[in-house]
């Protein structure tokens, strides 16, 4: 078998909800996402999604994953769609970094090792460990009152866990920290997460005001180092994830910080395999993980369900459904919430069927 074409789509996804807001006055209304067709000479076709969270969130935006793709192609042509391992290692030497750019890639060619053996991608991660998850919601910055009524609302629909984006004015953030845990019941979760939005003497006085709370801070400031200090403050579970890059990143953090939870998203790390990579270092250390993406939709959305089930259930904290933000479906038998329960799709691959007509026409063509 042989990769004779890679097609780049980049449709639009519109929020349900509006508008998305996190720290540092930072939001979007709608995403570019890029979607992947890779095919071969068999007639087996991959699909892959990379959607960065606007171009302010980290190292990606949408217009370079194309510009990306078309330099890693060449590498990757003409060659064998099943051994994952040696293309990832072609598109490094091709492209150094742009993790953003091959990770829609590496997912499609998960989906095509799926489909030509037959298995969900979860078997072949490590195994199936479970059939559905609970999924977390993010909670976009708004006022105190705004978010814990937006809370309340995805908890009628069946949601427990909660991601709060703090990362404003320390005072209000404790204000919104006590606004949203005063809705939630015991054994729910609530995060609140300042996207590296603190300097590290403000999160340390959040921290100590809401001490009392049944809360995780997460990702307080830019870099290690103020994490640390951070860290070292507070008594409360410590959830690190910008600064989570690789199996190096992981390593210093763990030594540094001693982390309770790991972010771990697909595209930040280059794709499943590398997710892979980390994802079981990290249980090996005894880390809880958040399994995830910066965005998406329904093929990032079942590309991490298929990450979850095939991790270790007391290893996993939580996921998000981010094709139930979005105003676009563009995949059928992809996995869709049903009340608190997101379910692993069961066909061989992703699981997944794409409608091509949804897409529009490729911006990019290699072949």
């Avoid at 780049?8 to 508008?19: A, M, S």
């Avoid at 845990?181 to 603190?198: H, S, Y």
């Avoid at 939709?297 to 079942?302: L, R, Y």
């Avoid at 996921?319 to 563009?330: I, K, Q």
């Amino acid at each position: 078998m042989r990769i004779v074409g890679i097609d780049v789509f980049q449709p639009t996804y519109r929020l349900l909800d509006g508008k998305y807001a996190w720290s540092n006055e930072h939001f979007v209304t709608e995403f570019t996402t890029t979607i992947v067709r890779v095919q071969t000479d068999q007639g087996i076709v991959g699909w892959g999604e990379v959607c960065p969270l606007g171009p302010a969130y980290m190292g990606a935006y949408a217009r370079g994953v194309p510009a990306g793709i078309a330099e890693v192609a060449p590498a990757i042509l003409g060659e064998d769609p099943l051994q994952i391992g040696p293309l990832n290692d072609r598109m490094d030497y091709a492209l150094s970094g742009h993790n953003y750019a091959k990770s829609p890639i590496d997912m499609a060619l998960w989906d095509i090792l799926g489909k030509a053996s037959g298995l969900p991608v979860c078997a072949l991660l490590g195994g199936q460990y479970v059939d559905d998850f609970a999924p977390y919601r993010a909670i976009s910055q708004d006022s105190p009152v705004g978010m814990a009524a937006s809370v309340r609302k995805y908890r009628k629909e069946g949601y427990r866990k909660f991601q709060l984006k703090v990362g404003g004015d320390w005072q209000e953030d404790v204000d919104r920290i006590h606004a949203c845990r005063e809705v939630l019941e015991p054994g729910d979760i609530l995060v609140a997460d300042a996207n590296t939005g603190w300097l590290s003497h403000e999160a340390i006085k959040v921290a100590n005001a809401v001490a009392e709370l049944d809360v995780y801070i997460e990702q307080p400031c830019h870099n290690l180092e103020e994490c640390a200090r951070v860290r070292n403050a507070t008594p409360l579970p410590f959830v690190v994830d910008e600064i989570i890059l690789g199996v190096p990143e992981l390593l210093r953090a763990h030594d540094a910080i001693g982390m309770d939870v790991v972010n771990l998203k697909i595209s930040r790390l280059g794709g499943l395999t590398k997710a892979r990579r980390v994802r079981d270092l990290a249980t090996q250390l005894g880390l809880a993980m958040t399994l995830e993406d910066s965005w998406g939709g329904d093929i990032t959305t079942a590309a991490i369900a298929h990450l979850v089930a095939s991790t270790r259930p007391e290893n996993y904290f939580s996921a998000t459904d981010f094709n139930s933000y979005n105003d676009v479906r563009v995949a059928g038998g992809t996995p869709r919430r049903k009340g608190g329960l997101v379910p692993v799709p069961s066909g061989p691959g992703l699981g997944i069927e794409v409608e091509e007509s949804l897409l529009g026409e490729p911006v990019r063509l290699s072949a």
